[in-house]
Protein backbone atom coordinates (compact mmCIF):
# COMPACT_ATOMS: atom_id res chain seq x y z
CA UNK A 1 0.00 0.00 0.00
CA UNK A 2 0.81 3.78 -0.19
CA UNK A 3 0.01 6.24 2.20
CA UNK A 4 -0.29 10.26 1.31
CA UNK A 5 -0.53 12.72 3.94
CA UNK A 6 -2.57 16.22 3.45
CA UNK A 7 -0.39 18.87 5.57
CA UNK A 8 -3.63 20.08 7.43
CA UNK A 9 -2.42 22.75 9.42
CA UNK A 10 -4.60 25.95 7.61
CA UNK A 11 -6.44 25.77 4.21
CA UNK A 12 -8.36 23.39 1.78
CA UNK A 13 -6.70 20.13 2.66
CA UNK A 14 -10.14 18.48 3.08
CA UNK A 15 -10.93 19.20 -0.45
CA UNK A 16 -7.48 17.91 -1.04
CA UNK A 17 -8.45 14.57 0.52
CA UNK A 18 -11.97 14.57 -1.54
CA UNK A 19 -10.14 14.38 -4.66
CA UNK A 20 -7.51 12.14 -3.59
CA UNK A 21 -10.20 9.26 -2.73
CA UNK A 22 -11.77 10.15 -6.13
CA UNK A 23 -8.59 9.83 -7.98
CA UNK A 24 -7.54 6.32 -6.03
CA UNK A 25 -10.92 4.96 -7.02
CA UNK A 26 -10.36 6.19 -11.05
CA UNK A 27 -6.77 4.45 -10.83
CA UNK A 28 -8.27 1.00 -9.25
CA UNK A 29 -11.40 1.20 -11.86
CA UNK A 30 -9.07 1.58 -14.66
CA UNK A 31 -6.85 -1.36 -13.52
CA UNK A 32 -3.47 0.39 -13.26
CA UNK A 33 -3.07 -1.06 -10.06
CA UNK A 34 -4.26 -2.55 -7.11
CA UNK A 35 -2.60 -0.52 -4.76
CA UNK A 36 -4.42 -0.07 -1.06
CA UNK A 37 -4.67 3.68 -0.87
CA UNK A 38 -4.59 5.36 2.66
CA UNK A 39 -5.26 8.93 2.94
CA UNK A 40 -4.41 10.87 6.45
CA UNK A 41 -3.94 14.73 7.81
CA UNK A 42 -0.95 15.82 9.02
CA UNK A 43 -0.72 17.97 12.15
CA UNK A 44 2.33 16.24 13.58
CA UNK A 45 6.13 14.71 13.01
CA UNK A 46 4.66 11.62 13.85
CA UNK A 47 2.06 11.02 11.00
CA UNK A 48 4.22 12.93 8.76
CA UNK A 49 6.70 9.84 9.81
CA UNK A 50 4.01 7.62 7.89
CA UNK A 51 3.88 9.34 4.45
CA UNK A 52 4.82 7.68 1.31
CA UNK A 53 3.89 11.21 -0.06
CA UNK A 54 2.44 15.03 0.80
CA UNK A 55 0.60 17.62 -0.46
CA UNK A 56 0.42 21.06 1.37
CA UNK A 57 -2.44 22.99 0.66
CA UNK A 58 -3.37 26.18 -0.31
CA UNK A 59 -4.39 28.66 1.99
CA UNK A 60 -2.39 31.49 3.83
CA UNK A 61 1.49 30.19 3.83
CA UNK A 62 2.93 32.54 6.14
CA UNK A 63 0.09 31.28 8.58
CA UNK A 64 1.12 27.63 7.71
CA UNK A 65 4.39 28.03 8.05
CA UNK A 66 3.98 29.55 11.19
CA UNK A 67 1.86 27.05 12.99
CA UNK A 68 4.38 24.04 11.57
CA UNK A 69 7.25 26.09 12.83
CA UNK A 70 5.20 25.57 16.20
CA UNK A 71 4.29 22.20 16.11
CA UNK A 72 7.93 20.78 15.17
CA UNK A 73 6.79 20.07 11.75
CA UNK A 74 9.19 22.75 9.68
CA UNK A 75 12.27 20.72 9.90
CA UNK A 76 10.63 16.97 9.08
CA UNK A 77 9.20 18.55 6.40
CA UNK A 78 12.56 19.82 5.15
CA UNK A 79 13.77 16.11 5.63
CA UNK A 80 10.93 14.97 4.01
CA UNK A 81 11.20 17.21 0.67
CA UNK A 82 15.09 17.78 0.46
CA UNK A 83 16.43 14.59 2.03
CA UNK A 84 14.36 11.88 2.11
CA UNK A 85 13.06 13.46 -1.60
CA UNK A 86 9.17 11.99 -1.32
CA UNK A 87 6.79 12.95 -3.60
CA UNK A 88 5.60 16.26 -2.88
CA UNK A 89 2.91 18.57 -4.41
CA UNK A 90 2.18 22.42 -3.15
CA UNK A 91 -0.67 23.98 -4.31
CA UNK A 92 -0.63 27.97 -4.36
CA UNK A 93 0.42 28.42 -1.22
CA UNK A 94 2.01 24.96 -0.85
CA UNK A 95 3.95 26.34 -3.90
CA UNK A 96 5.17 29.09 -2.18
CA UNK A 97 6.88 26.85 1.02
CA UNK A 98 8.14 24.85 -1.73
CA UNK A 99 9.98 27.30 -3.32
CA UNK A 100 13.92 28.02 -2.35
CA UNK A 101 13.27 31.40 -2.47
CA UNK A 102 10.02 34.08 -2.46
CA UNK A 103 9.60 37.75 -2.15
CA UNK A 104 8.59 39.18 1.34
CA UNK A 105 5.52 40.67 1.67
CA UNK A 106 5.48 41.53 5.12
CA UNK A 107 8.48 42.93 7.04
CA UNK A 108 8.94 40.01 8.97
CA UNK A 109 8.80 37.45 6.07
CA UNK A 110 8.32 33.63 6.69
CA UNK A 111 9.79 30.17 6.69
CA UNK A 112 10.08 28.22 3.71
CA UNK A 113 10.72 24.81 3.06
CA UNK A 114 12.31 25.08 -0.46
CA UNK A 115 12.67 21.58 -2.72
CA UNK A 116 12.32 23.68 -6.18
CA UNK A 117 14.43 25.86 -7.34
CA UNK A 118 12.11 28.35 -8.17
CA UNK A 119 11.58 32.07 -6.95
CA UNK A 120 8.21 32.83 -6.41
CA UNK A 121 6.20 35.85 -6.56
CA UNK A 122 3.34 35.83 -3.91
CA UNK A 123 0.04 37.47 -4.62
CA UNK A 124 1.12 38.19 -8.31
CA UNK A 125 -2.40 39.06 -9.32
CA UNK A 126 -3.35 41.36 -7.11
CA UNK A 127 -5.80 41.22 -4.06
CA UNK A 128 -8.84 38.36 -3.07
CA UNK A 129 -11.40 40.60 -5.09
CA UNK A 130 -8.69 39.71 -8.43
CA UNK A 131 -9.29 36.08 -7.88
CA UNK A 132 -10.51 34.34 -10.89
CA UNK A 133 -11.09 31.17 -12.94
CA UNK A 134 -9.27 30.40 -16.35
CA UNK A 135 -9.76 27.53 -18.51
CA UNK A 136 -6.24 26.30 -19.95
CA UNK A 137 -5.12 23.21 -21.57
CA UNK A 138 -2.84 21.54 -19.22
CA UNK A 139 -0.37 19.52 -21.94
CA UNK A 140 1.57 17.20 -19.46
CA UNK A 141 -1.46 15.86 -17.98
CA UNK A 142 -1.61 13.66 -21.67
CA UNK A 143 -4.72 11.94 -22.01
CA UNK A 144 -6.81 10.18 -19.23
CA UNK A 145 -9.63 7.79 -19.70
CA UNK A 146 -12.35 10.31 -18.76
CA UNK A 147 -11.38 13.39 -20.71
CA UNK A 148 -9.91 13.79 -23.89
CA UNK A 149 -6.07 15.13 -23.53
CA UNK A 150 -6.32 18.82 -24.52
CA UNK A 151 -9.74 19.36 -22.37
CA UNK A 152 -8.87 22.45 -20.78
CA UNK A 153 -8.66 22.35 -16.57
CA UNK A 154 -10.33 24.42 -15.11
CA UNK A 155 -7.61 26.51 -12.96
CA UNK A 156 -8.69 28.65 -10.08
CA UNK A 157 -6.36 31.37 -8.81
CA UNK A 158 -6.59 33.24 -5.38
CA UNK A 159 -3.85 35.33 -4.81
CA UNK A 160 -1.83 32.94 -5.92
CA UNK A 161 1.83 33.11 -6.53
CA UNK A 162 4.06 32.85 -9.92
CA UNK A 163 7.10 31.43 -10.47
CA UNK A 164 9.37 34.44 -11.29
CA UNK A 165 12.72 32.47 -12.25
CA UNK A 166 14.04 29.43 -12.08
CA UNK A 167 17.50 29.38 -9.47
CA UNK A 168 20.76 29.21 -11.91
CA UNK A 169 22.15 27.37 -9.15
CA UNK A 170 20.71 23.58 -6.67
CA UNK A 171 21.54 25.55 -3.19
CA UNK A 172 18.96 28.72 -4.34
CA UNK A 173 20.37 32.03 -3.85
CA UNK A 174 22.93 33.19 -1.40
CA UNK A 175 22.10 34.47 2.07
CA UNK A 176 23.46 38.22 1.55
CA UNK A 177 21.74 38.44 -2.17
CA UNK A 178 18.49 37.69 -0.33
CA UNK A 179 18.41 40.52 2.02
CA UNK A 180 19.71 42.59 -0.40
CA UNK A 181 16.73 42.11 -2.96
CA UNK A 182 14.13 41.52 0.28
CA UNK A 183 13.89 37.68 -0.20
CA UNK A 184 13.24 34.72 2.26
CA UNK A 185 15.17 31.46 1.32
CA UNK A 186 14.67 28.18 2.28
CA UNK A 187 17.78 26.27 4.28
CA UNK A 188 19.74 23.30 1.78
CA UNK A 189 20.04 20.22 3.13
CA UNK A 190 21.72 17.22 1.33
CA UNK A 191 20.04 14.27 0.31
CA UNK A 192 21.34 11.06 2.21
CA UNK A 193 20.41 8.09 0.50
CA UNK A 194 21.41 6.93 -3.20
CA UNK A 195 18.05 7.15 -4.60
CA UNK A 196 17.43 10.61 -3.07
CA UNK A 197 20.81 11.70 -4.93
CA UNK A 198 19.29 11.17 -8.47
CA UNK A 199 16.27 12.86 -7.29
CA UNK A 200 18.32 15.91 -6.52
CA UNK A 201 20.05 15.91 -9.87
CA UNK A 202 16.56 17.02 -11.35
CA UNK A 203 16.27 19.85 -13.10
CA UNK A 204 13.04 22.23 -13.09
CA UNK A 205 10.31 21.36 -15.71
CA UNK A 206 8.45 24.45 -16.66
CA UNK A 207 4.64 22.55 -17.06
CA UNK A 208 2.37 25.25 -17.63
CA UNK A 209 2.12 29.21 -18.33
CA UNK A 210 -0.44 31.20 -18.24
CA UNK A 211 -1.10 34.32 -20.93
CA UNK A 212 0.48 37.37 -18.49
CA UNK A 213 -2.27 39.37 -17.31
CA UNK A 214 -0.56 42.59 -17.31
CA UNK A 215 -0.11 42.86 -13.59
CA UNK A 216 3.34 41.26 -13.45
CA UNK A 217 4.06 43.89 -10.19
CA UNK A 218 7.92 43.22 -8.93
CA UNK A 219 7.73 43.33 -4.63
CA UNK A 220 11.43 43.48 -4.95
CA UNK A 221 10.86 47.24 -6.17
CA UNK A 222 7.42 47.98 -6.85
CA UNK A 223 8.18 47.77 -10.48
CA UNK A 224 6.56 46.59 -13.06
CA UNK A 225 7.77 43.71 -15.57
CA UNK A 226 6.18 43.15 -18.40
CA UNK A 227 6.27 39.65 -19.22
CA UNK A 228 4.43 37.72 -22.14
CA UNK A 229 3.57 34.52 -19.54
CA UNK A 230 4.35 33.63 -16.77
CA UNK A 231 4.44 29.91 -15.12
CA UNK A 232 1.85 28.39 -13.26
CA UNK A 233 3.47 24.70 -12.54
CA UNK A 234 6.83 23.49 -12.32
CA UNK A 235 8.19 19.92 -11.36
CA UNK A 236 11.62 19.38 -10.00
CA UNK A 237 12.53 15.44 -9.37
CA UNK A 238 10.13 14.47 -6.75
CA UNK A 239 8.73 18.37 -5.81
CA UNK A 240 5.49 19.30 -8.23
CA UNK A 241 4.20 22.69 -7.55
CA UNK A 242 1.23 24.40 -9.36
CA UNK A 243 -0.32 27.97 -8.53
CA UNK A 244 -3.44 27.49 -8.89
CA UNK A 245 -6.42 25.29 -6.87
CA UNK A 246 -7.23 21.72 -8.47
CA UNK A 247 -8.79 21.17 -4.88
CA UNK A 248 -11.46 23.57 -5.39
CA UNK A 249 -12.51 21.84 -8.44
CA UNK A 250 -14.04 18.45 -9.27
CA UNK A 251 -11.83 17.58 -11.73
CA UNK A 252 -9.57 14.78 -10.20
CA UNK A 253 -7.32 14.51 -13.51
CA UNK A 254 -4.34 16.38 -11.80
CA UNK A 255 -4.59 14.47 -8.81
CA UNK A 256 -4.64 10.79 -10.89
CA UNK A 257 -1.58 12.21 -11.99
CA UNK A 258 0.14 13.05 -9.31
CA UNK A 259 -0.65 9.57 -7.52
CA UNK A 260 0.39 8.24 -11.08
CA UNK A 261 3.48 9.41 -10.11
CA UNK A 262 3.78 8.50 -6.22
CA UNK A 263 3.08 4.73 -7.39
CA UNK A 264 6.50 4.67 -9.53
CA UNK A 265 7.84 6.32 -7.04
CA UNK A 266 7.11 4.07 -3.90
CA UNK A 267 8.11 0.95 -6.50
CA UNK A 268 11.35 2.41 -6.95
CA UNK A 269 11.88 3.31 -3.32
CA UNK A 270 10.61 -0.72 -3.16
CA UNK A 271 12.77 -2.00 -5.51
CA UNK A 272 15.93 0.34 -3.90
CA UNK A 273 15.12 -1.38 -0.35
CA UNK A 274 15.72 -5.03 -1.28
CA UNK A 275 18.72 -4.96 -2.70
N1 LIG B 1 -1.46 34.49 -1.13
C1 LIG B 1 -1.42 33.32 -0.31
C2 LIG B 1 -0.07 33.20 0.38
O1 LIG B 1 0.76 34.03 0.21
C3 LIG B 1 -1.70 32.08 -1.10
C4 LIG B 1 -3.12 32.09 -1.51
C5 LIG B 1 -3.71 30.74 -1.69
O2 LIG B 1 -3.18 29.71 -1.33
N2 LIG B 1 -4.89 30.76 -2.23
O3 LIG B 1 0.15 32.27 1.09
Excluded at 53 to 62: D, K, Q, V, Y
Excluded at 180 to 191: G, I, N, Q, R, T
Excluded at 230 to 259: C, M, Y
Amino acid sequence: GATVGVLALQGAFDEHLQLLHQAATALTERGVSNTKWIFIEVRTPEELAKCDALILPGGESTAISLVAARSGLLEPLRHFVKVLRKPTWGTCAGLILLAEAANRTKKDGQDLIGGLDVRVIRNHFGRQTESFQQSLPLSFLGSTPEKASGTPFPCVFIRAPVVESILPHKKGIQTEEASKEDMVVAPSKAPVDELAKEELKAQVEVLAKIASRGRGRDNFNNTVIPREEDIIAVKQGNVFGTSFHPELTEDPRIHVWWLTDVLKAVERRKRYKSC
